[in-house]
């Protein structure tokens, strides 16, 4: 079997079972002082001018992030060291590229981490110089892996991202240019299909046939251009008062559903108007709500479910379909990520860029299954 990432940056820094011994039996004495040292950590940050800059929402995220850092020191010190130990450190250094944290603070930082743990080290193994050198060694090995781990996990989230940002600004130019230059044949085939149907007799029958299929790919290929184009231009938008409960309810009637897929709406009545742009909104629903039933075909059951709490409306889409496949979850609202047959990725990506726009937010319910559950949230008054 190849050897996994954990495996070889353990390897790498020589990480064994002594070492885990050590940490363990450091862990006791370490654990009254984890409190005390996270208020290290986040006061040295905080009267740094530069580093300060990546905590940005005040006292209260600072102290949600002094509880984290405790719960990191104590897996630290307890482990196991094992995949899921590596799975929830790499997250760290993705959530450090989301806040753009630039790397050499965590340098400085996982420093202030190592000089603390070591004199708690030194307290606890006074006298015992085996013992100490010992646990000293296992703390620089433990360290070095979770920084090994941290920066891995940051420059691949990195690549990533800038992967992302030069396909989607190639990807803007390509389909503003595109787009538009498919508008006006498209607009002829359309004209002209018209003009046939005036002309050609009723009765036959397969005539009719392909004038109705060059009809509805017509249509198909409008749709996609218009998404296209929506998803590289900024429209204007037209704020009014949105019945989002009637525009759900008038969808089940405009999104194809076969015979076996069931739908139901709850919550939907007396909802608050949401201050937004309607045709955006109703994009929204639409494209939440085809993915759904086209998901759960052929046969199944679809469920939209709405309230309103705290200056929100939040809405549930669920559907008994598969699933989302774990591999495409994390890019899902990425424009060209697709996991369907026929279709290029971009409703779930003009949902997001609908929804964030008026100030809201849309996620894949993590803990939802058998099958899916998009839940989406509005702000009720204008964002
Ligand atoms: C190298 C030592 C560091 C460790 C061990 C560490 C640990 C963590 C952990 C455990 C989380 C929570 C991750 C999650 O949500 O799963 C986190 C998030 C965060 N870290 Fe660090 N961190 C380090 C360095 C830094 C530095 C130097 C800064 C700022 C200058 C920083 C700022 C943040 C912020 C702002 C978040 C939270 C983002 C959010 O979800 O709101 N971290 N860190």
Do not use: C
């Amino acid at each position: 079997m190849a050897e996994t990432i954990l495996d070889e940056l353990r390897r790498y820094v020589e990480f064994g079972t002594e070492d885990e011994a050590r940490l363990r039996a450091l862990h006791p004495h370490a654990a009254p002082h984890f409190e005390r040292i996270a208020k290290v950590f986040y006061d040295r940050i905080l009267t740094h001018e530069g580093a300060r800059l990546a905590l940005e929402s005040g006292d209260g995220q600072v102290s949600r992030l002094e509880v984290t850092l405790q719960a990191w020191m104590d897996r630290l010190l307890s482990g196991p060291w094992d995949q899921s130990y590596y799975d929830t450190r790499a997250r760290i250094g993705r959530v450090h590229v989301r806040i753009q944290l630039p790397q050499h603070y965590m340098l400085g930082a996982m420093n202030v981490l190592r000089r603390e743990l070591e004199s708690v080290a030194d307290v606890a193994f006074q006298g015992r110089p085996t013992d100490l050198a010992a646990t000293r060694t296992a703390l620089g090995k433990i360290l070095d892996l979770e920084l090994a781990i941290m920066l891995h996990s940051y420059r691949e989230d990195l690549l990533e991202e800038r992967a992302k940002l030069e396909r989607l600004s190639t990807f803007g130019q390509l389909v503003g240019f595109i787009g538009h230059e498919l508008r006006n044949p498209l607009s002829v085939i359309e004209t002209s299909l018209h003009l046939l149907r005036g002309r050609l007799p009723d009765s036959d029958e397969r005539i009719t046939k392909h004038l109705d299929r060059i009809g509805s790919q017509l249509l198909q290929a409008n749709d996609i251009i218009g998404n296209l184009l929506d998803l590289v231009r900024d429209r204007a938008r037209v704020r009014s008062p949105v019945d989002v409960g009637s525009l759900i309810r008038e969808l089940t009637g405009a999104v194809e559903r076969p015979e076996r897929v069931s739908l139901s709406l709850s919550g939907l009545d007396d909802l608050p108007p949401v201050h937004g742009d309607a045709i955006q909104l109703r994009q929204v629903f639409r494209n939440l709500l085809a993915n759904a039933v086209e998901a759960t075909a052929p046969e199944g059951e679809v469920r939209v479910d709405g309230r309103s709490s705290d200056g929100f409306l939040e809405l549930a889409v669920e559907d008994s379909g598969p699933g989302v496949d774990p591999e495409v979850r994390r890019r899902l609202f990425e424009p060209l990520v697709t996991t369907k047959e026929r279709g290029i990725g971009l409703g779930l990506a003009l949902v997001r860029r609908f929804v964030e726009q008026h100030g809201g937010s849309v996620e894949l319910d993590r803990s939802y299954g058998p099958g899916a559950r998009f839940r989406v949230r509005l702000p009720i008054q204008a964002a």
